[in-house]
């Protein structure tokens, strides 16, 4: 095989298994049931918050130069490191990673061992994430040769059956906006902070298969897009396959307890085999490369006095930690950790990916600043915590009851940031500019 080839699929796999983690075999199915009918709106939803949004991350950094650093430099110089520390500490150690743990002992190990306890499947999930991210110059080979290919069978085998001899008919749920439901659930994949953690080593690994400048950037592109190409068709699966017993289950039916019957109807004992190698796969793959990000990250924070291998037990321990509460407990107290900061997230991607065309800093600043205090509002009064006179502000926003009440504020802040650093900013900082990089 030609070696670009061999590469693009390699970075293409990788990059789909570091995404397709816990929730994202849990959530599709899910959604695909509360929404019935109405499953092609949700899946259109998803896809943008799954897929589209995630893989513009990894081009946004790109645009950046590589780093995420960069792409949040024209906002504040503290800034990176302030975001990145709660997404990396409030969404990476504390929700994602032991959530896939606490995953794939009750979708995986408990189904074909029931005697098991958590705590064992836990430490010797993070005994095998440890090993594997111990080399971080070798986890996106790894992960996309060794890990990926066993993962994608499993999927397939499991989405295949569920689309072409489907257990049921779609029936009429009671859901109100479908599409709506499914972008914000689609929040707990935590898929765009992962495209966001994850860029800057998939961008490492492809100048360190040697290749540079345009090159390099068509080789970030191909491999986005084999990775989009093999999320849409496993999410499209999963949510058909979830749409398809929503006459079986009721909504409210916990989501791993969905998942299993769903796949036990749709293959058997059969499925819970493929069910427990896929979700065991799709936790590791994604942990692995979320811990490298994360004790990375911190190894420079503190400025290599705690070392690279020190941060990843670090985060292997809280995460066995935290795991052992269990799924359900660790997807409830993590819906306001995303709400607060995914937005913020979200329209950081959409700035970088559009770099080229945002006029000044000022439109970096003003955008991430309003959404960020819309969002912040929004998530203390869905904490029952209300601000007089505010909290009825963020009620009245425009698309404020479909979840997007940080929208219309961007928009605002987006243009009176580029206006008022026009008047004021760029009289202060007349050298701060925003270029388009390139990996060099």
Known sequence: MKKSIQHSLIVGFALFAIFFGAGNLIFPPSIGNVSGTEWVFA??????????????????ILNAGGKFEDLTRPISPWFYKVFNLLLMVGIGMFVTIPRMSATTHELGVHQLFPKVPSLVTIIVFFAICFYFAMDKSNVIDKIGKILTPVLVIALLLIVGKGIFDPIGVPVVTEINNAFSNAFISAYQTGDVVTGIFCAPIFIAAIAAFGYKGRQARSMAITGTLIAG???LVIYGGLLFLGASGSGFFQAGIEDTTLVSNLIELSLGN???IALAVAIALACLTSAIGVIAVIAEFLNDLTKNKLS???????????GIGIGSAGVGAIVTFAMPIFTALYPVAIVLVILGTFRKFVPNPGSYQGAILLTFIVSLLETIASLGLTIPFLTDIIAKLPLSSDGFSWLVPAIVGFIVGSILY????????PAATIHSAEVE
Do not use: D, E, H, M
Not at 43 to 59: H, S
Not at 422 to 429: E, L, R, S
């Open 422 to 429: 026009i008047f004021i900013g760029q009289k202060n900082n």
């Open 229 to 231: 190409l093999g999320l």
């Open 43 to 60: 899946l259109i939803g998803f896809c943008i918050t799954g897929i589209v949004l995630p893989l513009l991350a990894v081009i946004a």
């Open 270 to 272: 059969f499925g819970s």
């Open 308 to 318: 690279y291998r020190l941060w990843v037990a670090v985060v292997c321990i809280v």
